[in-house]
């Protein structure tokens, strides 16, 4: 999106039509982006999944235990 001219959060979250926090915790990785953020980032950029994102293996959930 930097090509586009659209450098801040700010330019960027109003391109796709979402919200400055959406962008932000996508960006950082604090977020998975949910579908419709995907299509709206495709469609918006003209491009396929794969060229803005890296598709990884889902995690084995049942292993995943949260500390308390």
């Known amino acids: 999106m930097h090509a586009l001219g659209h450098r801040t959060a700010t330019a960027q979250a109003e391109y796709l039509d979402v919200s400055i926090s959406t962008i932000t915790r996508v960006l950082a990785g604090e977020v998975q982006p949910s579908g419709a953020f995907i299509a709206r980032a495709c469609a ?9 994102f890296e598709v990884a293996p889902a995690r084995d959930r049942d292993t995943t235990k949260a500390v308390a």
């Open 44 to 52: 918006a950029l003209d491009c396929e999944i794969t060229e803005l």
